[in-house]
């Protein structure tokens, strides 16, 4: 049974930072691009970071670059976000998610990812 379970979400002010984790279970982690995806109410969902199989690769939307890193971690299959710099527009629902076998070009369209989390909520106040 495949799972994806998020944790680390929470309030905090603008400026600060979270670290988001996704724990996975059966499946292959190892072979599936990961990546992480937010949706606020009312928007639809975006892609936020992503990173291949081996880790050699990862994608950032340009609304995160410098701010945001995607890890993980093979041996432990884990994912991880660290959210530096948080604004209040990056308020949302976030999940992890996985797609097999790349991430490819179009890693932000969740239509393509085959497995996804509950979800883990993040508020920025100002």
């Known amino acids: 049974q495949v799972q994806l379970v998020e944790s680390g979400g929470g309030s905090v002010q603008a400026g600060g930072s979270l670290r988001l984790s996704c724990a996975a279970s059966g499946f292959t982690y190892s072979s599936y691009c990961m990546a992480w995806f937010r949706q606020a109410p009312g928007k639809e969902r975006e892609g936020v970071a992503a990173?291949?199989?081996?880790?050699?690769?990862?994608y950032y939307a340009d609304s995160v670059k410098g701010r945001f890193t995607i890890s993980r971690d093979n041996s432990k299959n884990t994912l991880s976000l660290q959210m530096n710099t948080l604004k209040p527009e990056d308020t949302a629902m976030y999940y992890c998610a996985a797609k097999w076998p790349r991430c490819g070009a179009n890693w932000y369209d969740h239509a393509t990812f085959d497995y996804w989390g509950q979800g883990t909520q993040v508020t920025v106040s100002s």
């Open positions: 990173i291949s199989n081996a880790a050699a690769t990862t």
